[in-house]
């Protein structure tokens, strides 16, 4: 089976601009998570979906960050505008299995 | 607070020699936890999860609730397991994973 997708894989943006990134997940996923890992950290849940509706998203920074998954398949997440602190990897997982995520292969964001 | 700690950023061995890769997590409930792993220019991906109390690669991982632990450990290391290595917490179903900072593991030939 395809795995999760995303794109694009790397992005260069200046700080106070806007960015989207966007990821497919695995076709049947109903459950999506967006992680954030920042350099030497773990992966941190930025937003959970189930289908097209939001589970989690108690460590969103609401202020800047957006996502939405219209028509509970691929989504896309935003950034606006963006700080220095958000260069990070951005990771995309599905599941469909609450014991096993599947991610994708990641964006890189670099903001200067 | 829900919490996963890797105390190692690096383990270094030789081909052959036993690795234990050090967990600790704090959690109230009943947790699950899992190893995820990345090789290089790979994906994040499941190597394995206590539940299924499985050796995957030669890996196995015990859930030591009295020291709040899940180490995972492998007798003989070989060179294909050098790769970083993630602890991961879920409170179950399909909650988010907490993970932790990872241990980047080296065998050296």
């Known amino acids: 089976e395809a795995g999760v997708a995303q794109s694009p894989r790397y992005k260069i943006i200046e700080k106070r601009q806007s960015v989207a990134f966007w990821c497919n997940p695995i076709?049947?996923?109903?459950?999506l998570y967006w992680y954030q890992q920042i350099l030497g950290q773990g992966p941190k849940l930025l937003i959970q979906?189930?289908?097209?509706?939001?589970?989690?998203d108690s460590q969103l920074p609401k202020d800047r960050f957006s996502a939405e998954r219209l028509k509970g398949v691929d989504s896309t997440l935003k950034i606006q505008p963006a700080k220095l602190e958000d260069s990070a990897v951005y990771l995309c997982?599905?599941?469909?299995?609450?014991?096993?995520?599947?991610f994708g292969p990641g964006t890189r964001l670099t903001v200067t | 607070a829900q919490r996963v700690t890797q105390p190692e950023k690096l383990l270094s061995v030789f081909k052959g020699a036993p690795v234990e890769l050090k967990c600790n997590y704090s959690?109230?409930?009943?947790?699950?936890l899992f190893w995820y792993v990345q090789y290089s220019r790979q994906r994040l991906q499941l190597l394995l999860r206590?539940?299924s109390r499985e050796s995957i690669k030669g890996f196995t991982a015990d859930l030591n609730k009295g020291e709040t632990s899940f180490h995972l450990k492998k007798p003989f290391a070989q060179e294909e397991d050098s790769a970083m290595y993630y602890c991961?917490?879920?409170?179950?179903?399909?909650?988010?994973?907490?993970f932790g900072a990872g241990t980047r593991l080296a065998v050296h030939p």
């Open positions: 997982a599905s599941s469909q299995d609450p014991y096993e995520q599947y």
């Open positions: 076709s049947g996923h109903a459950t």
């Open positions: 979906f189930q289908n097209n509706g939001v589970v989690d």
């Open positions: 959690y109230s409930g009943s947790p699950e």
């Open positions: 206590h539940i």
């Open positions: 991961a917490l879920s409170k179950g179903g399909y909650n988010k994973l907490i």
